[in-house]
């Protein structure tokens, strides 16, 4: 009997929010306000809350709604990785903004335990995520190349993912602002 | 509804061959002097442990090579690899005794490598792959240990030739008898 089995997949947890309109008010006021700037390093890609990834948006603006609601998604993604979910600090989050011919170079989050990203704004066309294969090997490979995995997400969905994923988002080549929310868990580590 | 998908697994292909198989291996298994790789310590016996020696130009074999020619296509149909000429640019047998173990290895550039159970019971040793993602190995949450793959006497199974792998002990009292062999597509 001929089976065949992938192994080692990489985990991609995808949700929509519950709380969907609560959530999006949190986010509108601070959208508003925030300075949007482009990191003079990355060229014209596109815009960040602050112009770098420094700051904590979702601690510094008190973005509670959400908060609570990414708890119940990382435990859910824990539970299905069998990883007995811990108290984790959420050390860094900000807004990425594309306009018109606006994208992201690929790109992983360092030594982040789970990744995610919430999108604020999003609409068709306005710039898909991909993640590039985290096995060079297969980058390399006659028959087994699979260099990247392209997804169409929508307003209000959140995805969590290894900070060790690399990652990039295609070109916006619509009229339409797309705004998503990023942000880096790590896991508290037990010191003896 | 939440929704959690696996991407960029690698793909590993399982079937058991003909019983015809087997005979093809009864010369094989007369001529072969058994000889443990000085440089390896006490892992495991094999029919060359210097791999020049090809089992595939010293005998026959061609009930063995109908069924990986057989297989090999249903694998690469999988993997929307498009079909090309491919060479068996190497092959040997691996013996195991009592207390006997394979260290973790890959099979270099080729392209498609693979294993076939000539002699196996339980208890005798399973193959495992290590996870071929570096940063799955080193992290709390995401695993990237090592997968056992059981396999039984007349299976056979292909994997891509850089995907790490080892056997475990042979804890049995019988002797546990494996054929492999590396693939290599034109180019």
Redesign the interface.
Known sequence: MTSIAELFGTPLYRSKVNNYDEIQKEFSYVVKDIPFEKNPYYGQDNYLSHGDFNRNIIKECMLLKFEEELKSHVELFCDNLNFKSRSYSIRNSWIAKFEKGNYAHIHDHGSSDISGVYYYKKCDNDGNIFFQSPVPQSESSMCFWNPHFELSVEQGELLLFPGYLKHGIHVNETEETRISFSFDISFIRVVD | ????????????????LDEEVQKDFDEPLENVTWEMNPQWGQTHYLSDPTFKEHLFEMYPLDNFRKEIDK?LK???K??N?NWRPYTIRSSWMAMFKKGNWGHCHHHGTS??SGVYYLKKSRDDGDIY?E???I??QT??????GN?VVPAKQGGLILF?G??KHGINMNNSDKDRISVSFDIT?N?
Request: aromatic share 26%.
């Open positions: 509804m939440s929704n959690i998908e696996n991407i960029f697994g690698t793909p590993l292909y399982y079937n058991v297989n249903l694998f690469c999988s993997l690899f392209d498609i792959f996870s071929p993602c940063q799955a992290s709390l949450c995401f695993f990237g997968m891509p850089w995907f597509f180019r």
